[in-house]
């Protein structure tokens, strides 16, 4: 466009200078004429060229905006920003998910944490990651409540350029964040499944009647474990005589199972916890139903989480086995975000590691969709290390 108008000017001046050697009157208003053409020209190209350098000045403040993104600072050349919606503070497991995250996204280390606790309730966590948008931080953390109904909210996100990181429970129903950290539900509940199979052979026990106590309904965390366990429950023709929610809190678990005692006396060998804390609630509840649980006992009592409290009851033979689920994901989160600020592209889903804990008399061969599984003996050590 710019070489056609200087083109233009070029020809205008051209004819201009031609017609006025001619010297008649002709050649005189042709000349006007050409030299109104050039005027109109010149006046066309210094509007061109004034929108071309807005053009080119808003791309280098883009383009200084991206380097310092680049470069590690927020866009402000301060800490960076992130808001987190926490679930809540139901378990013990959630108090060291929360204290990882505040732990490495410190001031100390360069970060503004803006921490939401949701209390469990899925409307307060979009207020939150809204409140997040409208304060534009660099980043957001959301660990779903549930694992449905997040597409709209994070095409909010979308929409503001802020890049969302989902930790610990996964966001099934839209794909708009850039990514997970988290475990594997289902695995964790095969893996409930198996043990417990290869457990009751050795022990020689024929039947399985058991109780779940869930946790809150639609959170992955639930989902996967309840789908995993029953995958190999069908499997080998075990009765699941009940599931209901405990919410993943010791006050559920002991609800529930005060009136699982009640409905279902001396029919149950097995009671599956989705968390300790569930765990915790139901011993009380067990205890005071006088019913006896542990290794050597009536009831197997299968649990999920494995935080010290968890492996202090495996220790102490009331909890037969307990599947880890790792809380300590910010390490990995921080990482995803130094990969984004070094303008890499971070994995899509990142998988914490995690581990089977049991005693000795309870530590069995199995696997999990054909991978062979190892176990680890709880001892003080192993408690010590824990969260
Ligand atoms: O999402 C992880 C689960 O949520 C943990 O098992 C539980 O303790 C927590 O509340």
């Excluded at 549930?146 to 969302?164: H, M, Q, R, S």
Aim: hydrophobic share 40%.
């Amino acid at each position: 466009m710019k070489k056609k108008l200087l083109g233009t000017l070029l020809s205008a001046a051209m004819v201009m200078s031609l017609l006025a050697g001619c010297g008649s009157s002709a050649a005189t208003d042709a000349a006007a004429d050409a030299a109104a053409t050039v005027e109109d020209a010149a006046d066309d190209a210094a509007e061109e060229a004034q929108a071309e350098v807005v053009e080119d000045v808003e791309a280098a403040e883009e383009a200084v905006e991206e380097a310092a993104a680049d470069a590690g600072a927020s866009s402000d050349g301060g800490n960076i920003s992130i808001g987190f919606a926490q679930v809540g503070h139901e378990s013990d497991w959630r108090t060291a998910s929360t204290k990882s995250c505040q732990d490495v996204f410190s001031e100390a280390n360069g970060y503004d944490l803006s921490f939401v606790d949701c209390d469990n309730d899925e409307a307060a966590q979009k207020e939150a990651v809204r409140s997040f948008i409208e304060q534009g931080v660099d980043y957001i953390i959301i660990d779903p409540i549930i694992a449905t109904g997040w597409d709209t909210v994070l095409t909010e996100c979308e929409d503001a350029g802020i890049p969302v990181i989902v930790i610990d429970r996964t966001i099934d129903d839209s794909d708009k964040y850039v990514a997970w950290v988290g475990s594997n539900f289902l695995t964790e509940g095969k893996a409930a499944g198996e043990w417990l199979k290869a457990y009751a052979e050795k022990q020689g026990i024929g039947e399985i009647n058991a109780l779940v106590i869930s946790g809150s309904t639609g959170a992955s965390a639930q989902i996967g474990r309840s789908d995993g366990f029953k995958e190999i429950a069908d499997r080998e023709g075990w009765t699941i005589l009940d599931e209901q929610t405990g919410d993943f809190t010791e006050a559920g678990g002991q609800e529930v199972m005060e009136s699982y005692c009640k409905s279902y006396e001396g029919k149950f060998n097995v009671v599956v916890c989705q968390n300790d804390n569930e765990a915790f609630g139901a011993m009380t509840a067990m205890d005071n139903a006088g019913v006896a649980y542990g290794p050597g006992n009536d009831v197997i009592l299968i649990s999920f989480d494995a935080c010290t409290a968890g492996l202090e009851d495996v220790k102490a033979g009331k909890i037969s086995a307990d599947f880890e689920c790792n809380p300590l994901a910010a390490p990995f989160v921080e990482m995803v975000i130094q990969q984004l600020q070094n303008g890499e592209t971070p994995d899509k889903e990142v998988y914490m590691e995690e581990h089977w804990y049991a005693l000795p008399d309870q530590i069995v061969d199995f696997s999990i969709d054909g991978a062979a599984q190892t176990m680890t003996e709880v001892t003080d050590d192993v408690i010590a290390a824990q969260y």
